[in-house]
């Protein structure tokens, strides 16, 4: 799959390809590993769109308020969030059905697709198909980059006060260090470098979206 990032797109883009907008909330990683695991995935006439278009309010559940903004702008209705773990309880589901409801969404089919969810959803005369993906194992997609470094160089990397800001920034730093040592820039230099069945043991949710656009036609 393509990846463009651009806030106008032209007439021809849209009309010779099949374009899935990109929200995210407050993480770079996640649009930087979003990114480049699309990039494992066919899709010749498909691009994966992130626009610079400057919207406020993009943090957590509130970067859903972009949906129906970007859907109606482009006049694109397939688009991919990614939303940390952190802002969810234990039922998922029920708090995204929420949060689309809040939103005068109605809601015409959930998906699970295995840490990620496919959305048929209607707003006035607009619809949606939005992929959500809820990013880390519980918390954050530091936690899946951590289990990825464990497949690729068996090095542990302590996730413990993940929660915390503190926490956080210790293991991206930890996580740097180990990339740094085996000549690597940076997490999407090792993403290039990997087979798609690494990926998918360690980005399950990513990679279950794609598989899923992968049949969309």
Do not use: W
Not at 39 to 64: C, E, M, R, S, V
Not at 124 to 133: A, P, S, T, V
Not at 191 to 201: A, Q, V, Y
């Amino acid at each position: 799959m393509k990846y463009i990032e651009t806030e106008i797109l032209t007439n021809e883009i849209k009309e010779s390809n099949k374009i899935y907008i990109i929200i995210t909330g407050d993480s770079s990683y996640d649009l930087r590993i979003l990114k480049e695991i699309g990039k494992k995935y066919n899709g010749i006439d498909k691009i994966l769109f992130n626009p610079t278009l400057k919207i406020q309010n993009k943090k957590g559940k509130t970067a859903l308020n972009s949906l129906s903004i970007l859907a109606y702008k482009y006049r694109i209705n397939s688009i991919i969030f990614i939303i940390d773990g952190e802002y969810f309880n234990d039922a998922i589901e029920i708090e995204l059905k929420n949060a689309l409801l809040e939103r005068a969404y109605n809601i015409k089919e959930i998906l699970y697709l295995n840490h990620a969810y496919s959305i048929k959803c209607q707003k006035g005369d607009y619809e949606i198909l939005l992929y959500c993906i809820i990013s880390g194992i519980e918390i954050c997609i530091e936690e899946e980059i951590v289990k990825f470094i464990k497949t690729k160089f068996s090095i542990e990397v302590n996730i413990s006060e993940i929660e915390s800001k503190q926490g956080k920034d210790r293991i991206k730093r930890e996580i740097n260090q180990i990339l740094k040592r085996n000549n690597l820039k940076d997490i999407t230099e090792l993403i290039k470098i990997s087979e798609k069945r690494n990926l998918e043991e360690a980005f399950p949710n990513i990679c279950a979206v794609f598989k899923k656009i992968e049949e969309d036609i």
